[in-house]
């Protein structure tokens, strides 16, 4: 069993390009989260899904967006991608949702210049 | 979520049990406490959580004294592997909310 995978494991990316950032899980978990992690910040919330086709708002969602067209998979774009951006984006899953434990992804190393 | 404080660091002797202090004199009676752990460039990764109740599993054991206002995560024999930031979190329903963390360091 893999867990949660996420790709690619880094990235260097010109400022206003699109990126997407991929997550997926094979646990058959319900809810997915994305969380980027900085320096000195700790980690934040981006983006949830508490299951297949629902999404919902972190605590800094702009300039992000997600979509979960389905269980195994929730990925993360960045329609126009800027330098306060450069951060390590991490995805994880739980069972049921927010009241249970999470798990997660190696990471997404990604750096926009 | 109630917050948590943690010591900002210690050090730990290979083969020795870590006992991690956390303080969280605000937690209400529906809250859990969780504990991760990040190594160097990985992901989070789950320890254990409790409520109430000590709490032991194959990595770690969860002492919560009996006001609920403080909690310990004892390592039992810590190897060079458990050098890490180890999180405390209270949490009820929603985000998980990272603080600082302790950085153990497990040295020889």
């Known amino acids: 069993i893999a867990g949660i995978t996420q790709a690619p494991t880094s990235q260097i990316l010109a400022a206003g390009r699109r990126m997407t950032l991929r997550c997926t899980q094979d646990?058959?978990?319900?809810?997915m989260y994305w969380y980027r992690q900085d320096l000195g910040l700790g980690l934040r919330l981006i983006h949830y899904s508490n299951t297949a086709g629902t999404t919902g708002k972190g605590e800094v969602p702009d300039g992000y967006s997600v979509s979960r067209a389905n269980t195994d998979d929730f990925p993360l774009t960045l329609a126009s991608a800027v330098p306060s951006q450069t951060s390590v984006y991490f995805c994880?899953?739980?069972?049921?949702?927010?009241?249970?434990?999470?798990?997660f992804g190696p990471g997404t190393r990604l750096t926009v210049l | 979520d109630a917050k948590t404080t943690q010591p900002p660091s210690m050090d730990c002797a290979e083969g020795r049990a870590a006992n991690l202090p956390c303080n969280h004199s605000?937690?209400?009676?529906?809250?859990?406490v969780y504990w991760y752990r990040q190594i160097h460039s990985q992901g989070p990764q789950y320890i254990i959580h409790?409520?109430?109740n000590n709490e032991t599993n194959e990595m770690a054991s969860l002492i919560i004294t009996e006001d609920r206002k403080s909690s310990t995560l004892i390592l039992p024999h810590a190897t060079l592997r458990d050098t890490a930031v180890y999180y405390c979190i209270v949490r009820s329903w929603g985000k998980l909310q990272f603080g600082a963390g302790t950085q153990v360091v497990v040295t020889p």
């Open positions: 409790g409520l109430k």
């Open positions: 605000t937690i209400s009676g529906n809250e859990y």
């Open positions: 646990m058959r978990h319900n809810a």
């Open positions: 994880a899953s739980s069972e049921r949702g927010s009241t249970d434990t999470q798990y």
